[in-house]
């Protein structure tokens, strides 16, 4: 089989491995498209080393179609299309005791701690499938490993169907819980990013959708503008590794001071560096935060909203690349971010 292998960092080569043998408790997944995610990135310039060990195959974010089914398995056949969710919980800390997987403290990831699904066939446990409907096109099961965590982060903020929400950030995690809450609420819905091509993005889907370019128009101000100096009820963090702009709060800070009394912040963006925030800002208000970190069970949510039609990702989708042109793929979404936001690798036919 074909292998996309990281064998350094900032180097993808390709190679011929042997097709794995599949265990009575296993099922074999051909896969058939892959998306990169900001993670990938990530991975790809070494800043998730010592935890991914080279030569590796990432991926998690894929879906294919049954190959094999190990004799131990029930519930699967040969040739069902499938997406994997990549999560692999320890089981035994008190998070995981507590039937809360994404806080897990060894929490481990297809794609990140072991080989992922940057190859033609891939093992999983029947635990991790997710069966996805023959209406749902092939390229958009790819996309619901992001899209189950924009309906994560919904649920920890609670998202109602009369909400009124203001989204920082237009990426990868940002655009899944906007699409996400779209199928929930019917309120009103900003998002912030400095990035005009990925606001144009949300435009062109969602033309309802209020767009601001934090580097031209305060977005806080203008949020209280259009509430009548209330705030949202609640307010997304996703963009994690902000860059500065005079006379504006960062991200999570906006997200306060953008809320109404009584409001939620829902963080996910995993920065590096500390976000200063005067907390009597949320005192006041009585605000809630929460954070919200991987998916947990969401997938159904995802593939019942795609098979439902409610959902349409085809414009996060900006190119689909052969699995041979990996190396080209990384270096767009590097290089462009303001023209690529999800590239799918083709991984077989």
Not at 82 to 90: G, K, L, N, R
Not at 226 to 254: C, K, L, M, W
Not at 284 to 310: C, F, P
Request: proline content about 5%.
């Amino acid at each position: 089989m074909k292998a996309a292998v990281l064998n350094k960092y900032g180097s993808f080569i390709i190679e011929e491995r042997l097709k794995p043998q599949t265990k009575d408790d296993e099922v074999l997944i051909k896969v058939k498209f892959a998306s990169i995610c900001g993670t990938d990135q990530h991975i790809f310039k070494g800043e998730f080393h010592p935890r991914t060990k080279l030569p590796f195959i990432p991926g998690h974010e894929f879906s294919g179609r049954i190959e094999f089914v190990g004799k131990n398995v029930s519930g699967f056949k040969v040739g069902e299309k499938v997406a994997v969710d990549p999560i692999i919980p320890c089981g035994e800390c008190q998070a995981c005791k507590r039937n809360h997987y994404p806080a897990c403290v060894s929490l481990k990831l297809i794609g990140i701690d072991l080989d992922g699904g940057f190859t033609e066939y891939l093992n999983v446990k029947p635990e991790m499938i997710y069966k996805v409907p023959e209406q749902v096109k092939d390229e958009h099961a790819a996309l619901i490993e992001i899209l189950s965590i924009g309906f994560h982060a919904s649920k920890r903020a609670q998202v109602g169907k009369d909400d009124s929400i203001a989204i920082w950030g237009a990426g990868k995690v940002g655009q899944s819980i906007l699409y996400a809450s779209k199928t929930i609420s019917s309120g009103k819905i900003f998002v912030v990013d400095i990035i005009e091509e990925r606001l144009q993005m949300v435009k062109s889907v969602f033309p309802d959708v209020e767009v601001i370019n934090a580097l031209h128009t305060n977005p806080v101000n203008r949020i209280k503008e259009r509430t009548g100096n209330n705030g949202v009820d609640i307010a997304f963090e996703a963009v994690g590794h902000a860059t500065h702009i005079p006379e504006r709060y960062n991200p999570v800070r906006s997200c306060i001071n953008a809320i109404r009394g009584g409001g939620k912040i829902c963080v996910l963006g995993l920065s590096d560096e500390p976000a200063e925030i005067l907390m009597k800002e949320m005192i006041w208000k009585e605000a809630i935060l929460v954070t919200s970190r991987v998916s947990h069970g969401e997938y159904q949510d995802s593939i019942n909203a795609l098979a439902e039609g409610k959902l349409n990702p085809d414009k996060m989708i900006s190119a689909v690349m052969d699995i041979d042109d990996v190396q080209n793929a990384f270096a767009l979404l590097e290089n462009h971010p303001d023209k690529h936001l999800k590239i799918l690798l083709k991984i077989s036919e």
